[in-house]
T-cell receptor, first 114, second 109 residues
Framework: DAGITQSPRHKVTETGTPVTLRCHQT?????MYWYRQDPGHGLRLIHY???????DKGEVSDGYSVSRSKTEDFLLTLESATSSQTSVYFC?????????????FGPGTRLTVL | GQNIDQPTEMTATEGAIVQINCTYQTSGFNGLFWYQQHAGEAPTFLSYNVLDGLEEKGRFSSFLSRSKGYSYLLLKELQMKDSASYLC??????????WGAGTKLIIKP
């Protein structure tokens, strides 16, 4: 299994508060991704990174920001959490080999915004 | 728009065979992935197809027809531990994964 950890694993917060989720990898993979997973929806890409300080938006990036200051860490920040951001958040990593690139997932963070 | 369709839920019997279908319409195609996800856990990689045909990996096989925008995952000799959701995902022309909502597979004794 790829060495990917996420913290915290569970969090309950209130509307309007800032929240930061952390993803840490020990595989030295170039690409890192943040997804959210909601019932009835497929995984939806929030942001991704293709190197240190190199990030780009995904399908559902509004209300989220990211940072990657080291290869191993990718942070997802909700500047002002809303109830619609209650979800399970998964981090994934990949080597960045284009058409054969397989993504490996962290254990997930369950976030509840009250 | 881009779309991945798979059945919401399927039920099968222990020891039997089940086929989970996935149809897709995407802007470009750079491969199709199947993942398994047990309840409360992370998705784990099962298979990858980029050329037409069948890829076999133990009890699991995955088939792809690019001309029909169609794939299936075949699970043989079903075991109770195969109860999980199965996610189909297509890599589009921008090398982004587009995900289906998943098929929940229930195995009955």
């Amino acid at each position: 299994d790829a060495g990917i950890t996420q913290s915290p694993r569970h969090k309950v917060t209130e509307t309007g508060t800032p929240v930061t989720l952390r993803c840490h990898q020990t595989e030295n993979h170039r690409y890192m991704y943040w997804y959210r997973q909601d019932p009835g929806h497929g995984l939806r890409l929030i942001h991704y990174s293709y190197g240190v300080k190199d990030t780009d938006k995904g399908e559902v990036s509004d209300g989220y920001s990211v940072s990657r200051s080291k290869t191993e860490d990718f942070l997802l920040t909700l500047e002002s959490a809303t109830s619609s951001q209650t979800s399970v958040y998964f981090c994934a990593i990949s080597e960045g080999l284009a058409d054969t690139d397989t993504q490996y997932f962290g254990p997930g963070t369950r976030l509840t915004v009250l | 728009g881009q779309n991945i369709d798979q059945p919401t839920e399927m039920t099968a019997t222990e020891g039997a065979i089940v086929q989970i279908n996935c149809t897709y319409q995407t802007s470009g195609f750079n491969g199709l992935f199947w993942y398994q996800q047990h309840a409360g856990e992370a998705p784990t990689f099962l298979s990858y197809n980029v050329l037409d045909g069948l890829e076999e990996k133990g009890r699991f096989s995955s088939f792809l027809s690019r001309s029909k925008g169609y794939s299936y995952l075949l699970l043989k000799e079903l075991q109770m531990k195969d109860s999980a959701s199965y996610l189909c995902a297509v890599m589009d022309s921008n090398y982004q994964l587009i995900w289906g909502a998943g098929t929940k597979l229930i195995i009955k004794p």
